[in-house]
């Protein structure tokens, strides 16, 4: 007898799979040796076994590691199945019939079949099994799913025999098809006396590709359906449709920039530098070029899509990855997706209106799919994105909030003077005892604590930041303030920054003092040299030269806008978490993938088994044949007594 392992590693069990020999009975058994299963229990077990099999393998132990036993005895016996069967091939695809109807077409084009009534036209539908219904010997159920659709399969033998189809074949595909399995039906539409529309099948079905890992109904544990994000796909709605959500917007997006004449553009991923945001890159070797340098992977497109405005594309996108070195959150992942946009002669109203037109388009495109296809998502309230969205200034709300007036934010010692009226007023924000923090991260942690908030009930756009928080927008003196504040705003909604704008820096002069300023502001405060970064992930980069020589060439007077792709499908979807909109999750779950449950010894060890159980069976019908002619020869010879 070959052992797998102990009933103790997979209780509860099966009773088909116990062994019950005369030498290892529970009578027998020693007391210190734990019960056993033999190959040849799985073996000889049927489908059932299989089935009961299923709800084990995906569930965790309490101890963290995965029910591999499970996973790999009903793999084992699922194959050896389809051995017996000859059915365990992956054949290619034949449209020898003509080409397949996609369910969805079917359902459409045969929804009004009356009931009892065939269609004339025999189709061909290709789908996964999600459960096998056997009414007796000669009627089986078939629910397929193909493109988030159901279908309802329905094979009658009275009606395959006159194809030639025998009934053992026909009771051996019965048993043989599993939950997870792809299959093929050829046959005409019908509606049962329920009003369920079916395909009832004209010829047998043909197995085109059997699953041999398990399909559960049910998968709640959270690390399991990350790792095993293609299973939670399959078995949890809501998965699935928050990754087409993505993808219906990541469309809507493309076609309401094209509708207004915008042109889609692709920019470098790696360059020499990284620039347009403030954030740490990642870095690699380009070795095997003639380039031979560190490169760094892009954190915005930014400004190569100006450059590219300079070059005569007055309205252009992109939709592209973006790559940020910095911590996982709950709403940050250091690689994500961007949409930025840039329109010449456009200023920062044109910029709030097209936001306004594009949020509520999308809010109302979303709201229509998950009322129509995405049925397991939350409803949009659309009550929330009324037109026009709220305003707030930057500095009169903050100083109103604070209850004093902030110093002059472009003095050398404004941070000094910024951090003593906060402590003199009692104020806690996170980082103020932080030694390296720039007065630009203090004020986006003080906007956080007492601007933000506002947007929990209605979309929110905080305008008119101070110079020192946006060195690459156009600045002017603001006339209520008296501070140096930029033509930029952020629009926030549910208290979570959706998407940042504002008019663009055309002077090189004063492109290049800003940077100039930034850098100097990074040693003096944080005592950073060039290319090294503090916590907050700030850097003091060298002025990028380059792009100040672009705009020597002249850039237009122009509006730029940038948005998260994840953060919308988060606000839309309904769910909190960044993961759950990236189809594999985030970075951390990316890179701790676990590895097969079965190795090459594992196949190598289960084709012996399967050989040495074939070698036991055949000296068994042997012997059974050898008992069944000495019995004939007892019977003759009563007879001739």
């Known amino acids: 007898m070959i052992t797998l392992c102990s009933i103790s590693e997979l209780l509860p069990i099966h009773p088909s799979l116990v062994v019950n020999s005369s030498s290892w009975s ?27 099999l299923r709800p084990y393998a995906w569930k965790w132990t309490p101890v963290g590691a995965r029910n591999t036993a499970y996973l790999r ?52 539908i290709h789908g996964r099994v999600q459960s096998v219904r056997r ?12 493109e988030f659709e159901h279908v309802q399969g329905l094979c009658n033998f009275n009606k395959l025999q006159v194809t030639g189809v025998e009934l053992g074949e026909f009771k051996a595909l019965a048993k043989l098809l599993n939950r997870g399995d792809i299959v093929s039906i050829t046959g005409r539409a019908t509606k049962t006396p329920t009003g369920e529309l079916s395909i009832e099948a004209t010829r047998l079905p043909e197995l085109l590709t059997p699953a041999l890992a398990p399909l559960p109904f049910k998968l709640e544990d959270e ?50 530098n990284a620039s347009g945001a403030t954030a740490r890159p990642f870095t690699v070797t380009a070795s095997e070029t003639s380039v031979n340098k560190n490169l760094a992977m892009r954190i915005a497109p930014e400004l190569w899509l100006k450059r590219l405005v300079v070059g005569g594309v007055d309205k252009v996108f992109e939709l592209g990855p973006a790559f940020r070195n910095e911590g996982i959150d709950q709403t940050h992942n250091p690689e994500f997706t961007m949409c930025e946009f840039y329109n010449a002669y456009a200023n920062l109203d044109d910029l709030i209106t097209l936001t306004e037109e594009l949020i509520c388009g999308a809010a109302s495109h979303c709201r229509d799919l998950i009322a129509t296809k995405l049925d397991s998502l939350p409803a949009i309230d659309m009550s929330q994105y009324q037109r026009p969205f709220q305003q707030l200034e930057f500095i009169p709300a903050l100083e109103s909030a604070l209850g004093f007036k902030l110093p002059d934010l472009s003095a050398s010692s404004s941070r000094e003077d910024l951090l003593a009226l906060l402590k003199q007023h009692k104020i806690e924000v996170p980082g103020l005892n932080k030694p390296d923090i720039t007065v630009a991260k203090l004020l986006d942690n003080l906007a956080s604590e007492f601007l933000e908030p506002y947007s929990l009930t209605k979309p929110l756009f905080i305008t008119h930041h101070p110079v020192c928080m946006s060195p690459l927008s156009k600045s002017f003196l603001c006339p209520k303030t008296g501070q140096h504040v930029s033509a930029r ?32 502001a990074a040693k003096r405060e944080a005592s950073l040299a060039p290319g090294v970064y503090n916590d907050e992930g700030e850097s003091a980069t060298e002025v990028d030269e ?7 060439s002249g850039l237009p007077p122009t509006g730029g806008w940038g948005c998260g792709i994840e953060r919308m499908v988060m606000l839309f979807s309904g769910t909190k978490r960044i993961s759950d909109c990236l189809s594999f999750g985030n970075l951390r779950h990316v890179t701790n993938v676990p590895g097969a449950v079965r190795t090459g010894e594992d196949e190598e060890k289960a084709r012996e088994m399967m050989d040495e159980v074939e070698k036991k069976r055949a000296r068994e019908r042997k012997w059974d044949k050898g008992k069944e002619k000495e019995k004939e020869d007892v019977d003759v010879s009563d007879g001739e007594a």
């Open 26 to 52: 529970k009578t027998s058994r020693p007391a210190n040796r734990p019960m056993t299963i033999s190959i040849e229990a799985i073996m000889n077990s049927s489908t059932p076994c299989l089935q009961f």
């Open 73 to 124: 005895f009903y793999h084992l016996a699922r194959q050896h199945e389809l051995i017996q069967s000859n059915a365990l091939k992956y054949p290619r695809i034949r449209h020898e019939g003509g080409a397949p109807m996609r369910i969805p077409i079917f359902r459409e084009k045969f929804k009004d079949v009356e009931m009892g009534k065939h269609a004339d036209e025999e189709v061909i």
């Open 135 to 146: 009414a007796g010997n000669k009627l089986m159920f078939l629910d397929l799913k193909g």
């Open 223 to 272: 690390e399991v359906r990350i790792q095993h994000r293609h299973i939670d796909m399959l078995v949890n709605r809501k998965t699935i449709d928050t990754l087409r959500l993505r993808s219906h917007l990541i469309k809507y997006l493309r076609d309401f920039f094209h509708e207004r004449g915008f042109l889609e553009f692709q920019t470098p991923i790696l360059a020499e």
């Open 489 to 520: 705003t952020e629009l926030f909604i549910h208290g979570k920054e959706l998407a940042n704008m504002y008019e663009e820096e055309n002077d090189p002069a004063s492109q290049r003092q800003k940077f100039v300023d930034q850098l100097n």
């Open 546 to 552: 380059s792009y100040v020589q672009a705009l020597e």
